[in-house]
């Protein structure tokens, strides 16, 4: 299998034009092969379950907060979604050519481009003066999160720190999604000087060669990475236990409950309530 | 650049003698094989090492997808069919005038001699750029070399660009569009598809590698006209920079029925403006039902070069084309094959 394509240019220099697509079958694989492994360790293993009598106690214990709990905001979830249209219309309009279906994709393609983009640049502000924007990020301070929910994956019962307002894996995942997500979007807003568009004047010299293949690779990688990376978000967000989480991204919000029993109530501390309620 | 060697290239040579055999051999050696009709477009290819193939399935020797059969009023060419033959047939010139003309007016009658039918409508762009062996989007890079700020684009898009600006170089094919020609394919199992000439060529947009719809293990063994513009009144006209041997700058075929002065009915279709031939279905349905006259032909002409967006050195076309299409549709008695 091939990583990269190479070709030549007028001066006979050999340069690169892009990630080889047999990549794209790699990602596919990967994501198929990452879900049925998880899905089979789900059905499988001891996985530690939070316990109902836990959270019974829990729930009696705070029975001053609101029975809803905002998890995500109007504007949060459209930013979401928005984003969520166009990473799918772009991932099928890259991709749907390459694997034989024929239609007419570029415009398509930029015009999700920009939505993404668009999107990205209001998450950003929105997220930096609106949101607690260090909820979402993962650092050292969460080295005993991270211990402790490997630990209850592995069915051992642990008195150790549950998750803020984001699991673990939503903030790893959003790591994930930042790093190829700005890769993608970085290198194609480049790229949308090789077409024409009413945004960006056409100036097929704005790079060198080979400054333009690294930006077509980065684009390419970036875009194979997605395929893999959605794969999982989509198989996480229908999974059952974690079908609370999608909802509130549909709804806005979860049950005292919920949160309750997957929240460090401490980290994530919600008005309402009389005083922070215990950890379980 | 590429360069051009004396020998051809190694490649493996299959000649078959029917078109069963040639399409249990274009599919047993898929995208590896390269079908080879007359040889005018092929041989560039292979001699510049351009292109470099396994397999070539010469077709020379098919005897069943040569000729010119009548059917239904209308016409079935073999695809194997050479230029000179639908240039000089008989039945061809006398229903068909449009074809004819536009098959005589290709390159110079050696290469009419040679060349068929089914490769002058298949065969590729004349993109000089692509043709030198470069990277470009149509030869799977990432770049167009010749929409570029210092680019020779003389031949190249005014319409339909789409990354790649390299145009369609048939002459026949505007003709059979606007003959309303459909194109049979054929593919190994029995496979057969009719496309509506128009269908069978295809932009950058959809596919930028490819010039039409063949895809590998297809093969185009007839084109078929109908009787519907059979003894129309018909207009051919192609600008080159030579006036044999050359490919078109701008060409344009129109049929037309008319009653009293009247267009009651007309097909219109340029080529080397855009990477397929274009049917102007604006300019029909504006011209449809209105007087043949010189405000008429003047309206057509305004209405085929909308949206035109010419590269450094062709605006020219622009005008060419406008101009072109106001005499497909006024007429003229003078015949305007240069």
Same mark, same amino acid.
């Given at each position: 299998?091939?990583?990269?394509?190479?070709?030549?240019?007028?001066?006979?220099?050999?340069?690169?034009?892009?990630?080889?697509?047999?990549?794209?079958?790699?990602?596919?694989?990967?994501?198929?092969?990452?879900?049925v492994?998880h899905?089979?360790?789900?059905?499988?293993?001891?996985?530690?379950k939070?316990?109902?009598?836990?959270?019974?106690?829990l729930?009696a214990?705070?029975?001053?907060?609101?029975?809803?709990?905002?998890?995500?905001?109007?504007?949060?979830?459209?930013?979401?979604?928005?984003?969520?249209?166009?990473?799918?219309?772009?991932?099928?309009?890259a991709?749907?050519?390459?694997?034989?279906?024929?239609?007419?994709?570029?415009?398509?393609h930029?015009?999700?481009?920009?939505?993404?983009?668009?999107?990205?640049?209001?998450?950003?502000?929105?997220a930096?003066?609106?949101?607690?924007?260090?909820?979402?990020?993962v650092?050292?301070?969460?080295?005993?999160?991270?211990?402790?929910?490997?630990?209850?994956?592995?069915?051992?019962?642990v008195?150790?720190?549950?998750?803020?307002?984001?699991?673990?894996?939503?903030?790893l !995942?959003? &790591? +994930?999604?930042?790093?190829? #997500?700005? @890769?993608?979007?970085i290198? $194609?807003?480049?790229?949308?000087?090789? *077409?024409?568009?009413?945004?960006?004047?056409?100036?097929p !010299?704005? &790079? +060198?060669?080979?400054t333009? #293949?690294? @930006?077509?690779?980065?684009? $390419?990688?970036a875009?194979v990475?997605? *395929?893999?990376?959605?794969?999982?978000?989509?198989?996480?967000a229908?999974?059952?236990?974690?079908?609370?989480?999608?909802?509130?991204?549909?709804? $806005?919000?979860?049950?005292?409950?919920?949160?309750?029993m997957?929240?460090?109530?401490?980290?994530?501390?919600?008005k309402?309530?009389?005083?922070p309620?215990?950890?379980? | 650049?590429?360069?051009?060697?004396?020998?051809?290239p190694?490649?493996?040579?299959?000649?078959?003698?029917?078109?069963?055999?040639?399409l249990?051999l274009?599919?047993?050696?898929?995208?590896?094989?390269?079908?080879?009709?007359?040889?005018?477009?092929?041989?560039?290819?292979?001699?510049?090492?351009?292109?470099?193939?396994?397999?070539?399935?010469?077709?020379?020797?098919v005897?069943?997808?040569?000729?010119?059969?009548?059917?239904?009023?209308?016409?079935e060419?073999?695809?194997?069919?050479?230029?000179?033959?639908?240039?000089?047939?008989?039945?061809?010139?006398?229903?068909?005038?449009?074809?004819?003309?536009?098959?005589?007016?290709?390159?110079?009658?050696?290469?009419?001699?040679?060349?068929?039918?089914?490769?002058?409508?298949?065969?590729?762009?004349?993109?000089?750029?692509?043709r030198?062996?470069?990277?470009?989007?149509?030869?799977?890079?990432?770049?167009?070399?010749?929409?570029?700020?210092?680019?020779?684009?003389?031949?190249?898009?005014?319409?339909?660009?789409?990354?790649?600006?390299?145009?369609?170089?048939?002459?026949t094919?505007?003709?059979?569009i606007?003959?309303?020609?459909?194109?049979?394919?054929?593919?190994?199992?029995g496979?057969?598809?009719?496309?509506?000439?128009?269908?069978?060529?295809?932009?950058?947009?959809l596919?930028?590698?490819?010039?039409?719809?063949?895809r590998p293990?297809?093969l185009?063994t007839?084109?078929?006209?109908?009787?519907?513009?059979?003894?129309?009144?018909?207009y051919?006209?192609?600008?080159?920079?030579?006036?044999?041997?050359?490919?078109?700058?701008?060409?344009?075929?129109?049929?037309?029925?008319?009653?009293?002065?009247?267009?009651?009915a007309?097909?219109?279709?340029?080529g080397?403006v855009?990477?397929?031939p274009?049917?102007?279905?604006?300019?029909?349905?504006?011209v449809t039902?209105?007087?043949?006259?010189?405000?008429?032909?003047?309206?057509?002409?305004?209405?085929?070069?909308?949206?035109?967006?010419?590269?450094?050195?062709?605006?020219?076309?622009?005008?060419?084309?406008?101009?072109l299409?106001?005499?497909?549709?006024?007429?003229?008695?003078t015949?305007?094959?240069?």
């Open positions: 299998m091939n990583f990269l394509t190479w070709g030549r240019n007028p001066w006979g220099q050999q340069i690169l034009t892009h990630v080889s697509w047999d990549l794209l079958w790699a990602s596919l694989f990967a994501g198929v092969m990452f879900l492994a899905a089979s360790y789900m059905v499988l293993s001891a996985h530690h939070y316990s109902e009598s836990e959270t019974d106690a729930e214990a705070n029975k001053s907060l609101p029975e809803r709990i905002e998890r995500h905001t109007f504007m949060a979830r459209m930013f979401h979604w928005v984003m969520a249209a166009s990473m799918f219309t772009l991932l099928f309009t991709f749907l050519p390459i694997v034989g279906v024929r239609f007419a994709w570029v415009q398509w930029w015009i999700a481009g920009l939505v993404l983009t668009g999107s990205i640049i209001y998450h950003i502000i929105h930096t003066f609106f949101l607690d924007f260090w909820s979402i990020w650092g050292p301070k969460d080295i005993p999160e991270i211990k402790a929910e490997l630990l209850r994956e592995l069915g051992r019962e008195d150790a720190p549950k998750p803020a307002k984001y699991p673990m894996g939503n903030r !995942y959003h &790591l +994930a999604i930042v790093v190829v #997500g700005l @890769t993608a979007a290198s $194609g807003i480049f790229m949308m000087a090789r *077409v024409r568009n009413f945004m960006i004047s056409r100036n !010299y704005l &790079l +060198a060669d080979t333009w #293949g690294f @930006t077509y690779v980065l684009h $390419g990688l875009g990475g997605l *395929v893999g990376l959605v794969i999982a978000h989509v198989y996480f229908v999974r059952p236990e974690k079908w609370w989480i999608t909802k509130a991204m549909l709804v $806005g919000y979860i049950t005292r409950r919920q949160y309750l997957h929240h460090d109530t401490r980290r994530w501390n919600v309402g309530g009389s005083q309620a215990g950890r379980a | 650049m590429a360069v051009i060697r004396d020998v051809m190694v490649f493996e040579l299959f000649q078959p003698a029917t078109v069963d055999e040639a249990g274009l599919e047993r050696h898929g995208a590896d094989a390269w079908v080879l009709a007359g040889g005018m477009d092929t041989f560039d290819w292979l001699k510049d090492r351009s292109k470099r193939v396994a397999v070539v399935v010469d077709l020379s020797q005897g069943e997808l040569r000729g010119v059969k009548e059917v239904d009023g209308g016409l060419i073999g695809a194997l069919t050479t230029l000179t033959e639908v240039a000089q047939h008989p039945v061809v010139k006398a229903k068909f005038g449009l074809l004819s003309e536009a098959a005589g007016l290709v390159a110079s009658p050696q290469i009419r001699n040679q060349g068929t039918l089914g490769g002058n409508v298949s065969q590729d762009t004349r993109c000089w750029y692509y030198s062996g470069w990277t470009c989007y149509r030869a799977g890079g990432n770049i167009c070399y010749a929409d570029t700020p210092t680019a020779i684009n003389r031949e190249h898009a005014i319409l339909g660009a789409d990354r790649c600006v390299a145009v369609s170089p048939s002459d094919a505007p003709a059979l606007a003959l309303q020609a459909a194109m049979v394919i054929r593919r190994a199992g496979g057969e598809r009719v496309v509506p000439a128009e269908e069978y060529f295809v932009g950058p947009g596919d930028i590698t490819r010039m039409t719809v063949l293990g297809d185009l007839a084109i078929r006209i109908p009787a519907t513009w059979a003894n129309a009144t018909f051919f006209e192609k600008v080159r920079d030579r006036q044999v041997w050359d490919f078109p700058l701008v060409n344009v075929a129109a049929a037309l029925k008319t009653s009293g002065g009247t267009i009651d007309v097909r219109v279709a340029v080397a855009a990477a397929t274009l049917r102007l279905t604006t300019v029909e349905a504006a039902g209105k007087p043949r006259n010189i405000e008429t032909a003047q309206l057509a002409g305004e209405l085929a070069v909308d949206g035109a967006q010419p590269l450094r050195y062709n605006g020219y076309k622009v005008p060419l084309m406008r101009n299409v106001t005499r497909a549709i006024r007429g003229t008695t015949a305007t094959t240069t």
